[in-house]
């Protein structure tokens, strides 16, 4: 009986997929947001899925269709990586790699490369970043907290609707005006290939999209510096990427073959070769740069995760709140709202997603 196992999909993922076994059927390969929408319907379904690729952020909302797995598993993974992969006591899904953001800068087109938000706003910089789903969120997200705000009170009660939140809605609105049109319809890949191809002059992007830009013809001409600052602060939103079983796995023996065999060192170390930050200590350790960037790269990165990581709270609806986060900022970038009336939209959207807990 082969194994049925749902894959998230893009070129910052995809390399690994060659240690799979052959007679692995793979029933979804997709992008987080696709993947989860699809692996949703399926699980609550029934139908049978025996390894499961999902992310830190996600897994709380997936909970009852995940087995907890044995800490064993994760024995060699950084400290903070099995942190963010556990929830209520269960480790939900075995770490793959950590993602943070490191700020590429065209050095031919932006002199000095900004430091902070302010910086930036203050040039004619063109800056690239995500214009939908977890990444909007996610950028807005990193704006408020460098600059001293929260998106959840001590209660993980939302605090979305403030001046800080207004303001940072309206600073994305800004930095797009002077994007290509198309800004709002990216997702992460077209914010590396628009840097790649040039059509802006830095961007923001997480670690497993090194290996397409180190191959692209503008990486002579690209600085990787840390992203950018506010008063409180470098802050970059992250989680990690992880493997589960679902409880609707059909082998589990032969399934924690594969997830074994997908947390060894050869595993991490090949995810490590296109640029991410596996999560296996040994293995990221390894690591050789390529190059004197590649190096710097890496030693941004490492401080980045120390310092400077920030995440979303351990809520089971938390994936609800985002969608629909991120849904009122791309109406504002789109001109349809009013940063003042997307920041309230936001605030309404996420009590009553959390409402339904």
């Known amino acids: 009986m082969a194994l049925r196992v749902a894959l998230v999909g893009g070129p910052m993922y995809d390399g690994l997929y060659s240690m799979l076994p052959a007679d692995v059927e793979i029933v979804v390969h997709a992008d987080h947001p696709t993947l989860n929408r699809a692996v949703a319907e399926m699980l609550a379904g029934g139908e049978r899925i025996d390894v499961l690729s999902t992310h830190s952020k996600y897994a709380p909302s997936q909970a009852e269709w995940l087995r907890p797995l044995n800490p064993a598993f994760a024995a060699d993974q950084a400290t903070k990586a099995v942190e963010l992969c556990a929830f209520e006591g269960a480790l939900l ?23 902070t938000w302010a910086d930036l706003l203050a040039s004619d910089a063109v800056f690239g970043f995500t214009g939908r789903e977890s990444g909007l969120f996610g950028t807005y997200f990193e704006y408020v907290s460098a600059h001293g705000g929260y998106v959840f009170d001590a209660d993980l009660r939302p605090t979305l609707d403030t001046a800080l939140g207004e303001e940072a809605i309206d600073t994305l609105c800004r930095l ?84 074994e065999q997908l947390s060894s060192f050869d595993a991490h170390a090949l995810d490590a070769r296109a640029g991410t930050v596996c999560a296996r200590v040994d293995a990221f350790a390894a690591v050789e740069p390529v190059d004197a960037t590649d190096a710097r790269r890496l030693e941004i990165t490492r401080a980045t995760v120390t310092a400077g990581l920030i995440t979303y709270p351990p809520l089971p609806r938390f994936p609800a709140v985002e969608d629909a986060a991120w849904s009122s900022i791309n109406a504002a970038l789109r001109g349809e709202v009013t940063p003042a009336r997307a920041a309230k939209q936001m605030q309404s959207s996420a009590e009553e997603a959390l409402a339904c807990d």
């Open 93 to 115: 899904c075995v770490p793959r790699n950590i993602d943070v953001r490191v700020l590429w800068v065209r050095r031919d087109l932006v002199d000095p490369a900004p430091a």
């Open 176 to 259: 797009a005006a002077r994007a290509p049109a198309a800004l709002p319809t990216w997702h992460y890949d077209q914010v590396d290939a628009a840097l790649a191809r040039g059509d802006v002059d830095m961007a923001a992007t997480w670690p497993g999209g090194f290996g397409p830009l180190r191959d692209a013809s503008v990486y002579a001409r690209l600085d990787p510096h840390p992203y950018l600052s506010g008063p409180a602060g470098l802050r970059s939103y992250g989680g990690c990427h992880g493997w589960a079983i679902p409880t609707t796995c059909g082998d589990m023996p032969a399934a924690l073959a594969l997830v």
